[in-house]
């Protein structure tokens, strides 16, 4: 049973670094064809994709925040790291992480996230 | 940046037909994904591919992705299926990816 669990801060200043975590069980960053990704969703508002990593530590990242995002991986921890940098009041929302098996497919490209996470909220307030 | 466009909202009677449209330019070229999310809860894939139903899906749920656009169909809708739907694919790149801006299924 693949579950993933996010973790990190539940208050950012603006102008902070965000880091969050997503610890996973049920599978390994160093198996072919997998991945985790990060979306959030502002309160009441749509879902966002920032970004994924796959096990052969391809990146990709939203074209509009790319230049604030860095998504690492621990293997050995079972672990995704995200940071977001220079946050400001519209990056507060809650944080998904998700798993993505794109082996059936183009590899590493889009596929569906499935499960997600339960997610984390984040505030970004003085 | 590249766009899927949802309408903000449907509203069906219990056992009637809802249809949930996405369009972008890229989906002659790309797959669609579908996800419903329920008040508080996380997303839930509901189609995978276009068309494919992950296991536990009810088959009163399929998916359908023609030209510019993708569908999500409800057959026999239930009281149970309302919540907030979000289809998700990429760019032409396919490295782009993006979420529509999500459609709330009301049930009359």
């Known amino acids: 049973q693949i579950t993933l669990r996010e973790s990190g801060p539940t208050l950012v200043k603006p102008t902070q670094t965000l880091t969050l975590t997503c610890s996973f069980s049920?599978?390994?960053?160093?198996?072919?064809?997998?991945?985790v990704g990060w979306i959030r969703q502002p309160p009441g508002k749509a879902l966002e994709w920032l970004g994924v990593?796959?096990?052969?530590?391809?990146?990709r990242y939203s074209t509009s925040l790319k230049n604030r995002l860095t998504i690492t991986k621990d293997t050995s921890k079972n672990r995704v790291v995200l940071k977001m940098t220079n946050v400001g009041p519209a990056d507060t929302g809650t944080y998904y992480c998700?798993?993505?098996?794109?082996?059936?497919?183009?590899?590493?490209?889009?596929?569906?996230?499935?499960?997600w996470g339960q997610g984390t909220l984040v505030t970004v307030s003085s | 940046s590249y766009e899927l466009t949802q309408p903000p909202s449907v509203s069906v009677s219990p056992g009637q037909t809802a249809r949930i449209t996405c369009s972008g330019d890229?989906?002659?070229?790309?797959?669609a994904y579908w996800y419903q999310q329920k008040a508080g809860q996380a997303p839930l894939l509901v189609i995978y591919?276009?068309?494919k139903r992950p296991s536990g899906i009810p088959e009163r749920l399929s998916g359908s992705n023609s030209g510019t656009t993708a569908t999500l169909t409800i057959s026999g809708v239930q009281a149970e299926d309302e919540g907030d739907y979000f289809c998700?694919?990429?760019?032409?790149?396919?490295?782009?990816?993006?979420f529509g801006g999500g459609t709330r299924l009301i049930v009359l």
């Open positions: 890229a989906l002659p070229r790309q797959y």
């Open positions: 990593i796959f096990w052969n530590d391809d990146k």
């Open positions: 591919k276009d068309n």
């Open positions: 998700a798993y993505r098996d794109c082996t059936n497919g183009f590899c590493p490209g889009l596929s569906w996230f499935d499960p």
């Open positions: 049920g599978f390994s960053l160093m198996t072919s064809g997998v991945g």
């Open positions: 998700h694919s990429a760019d032409l790149s396919g490295r782009d990816e993006v």
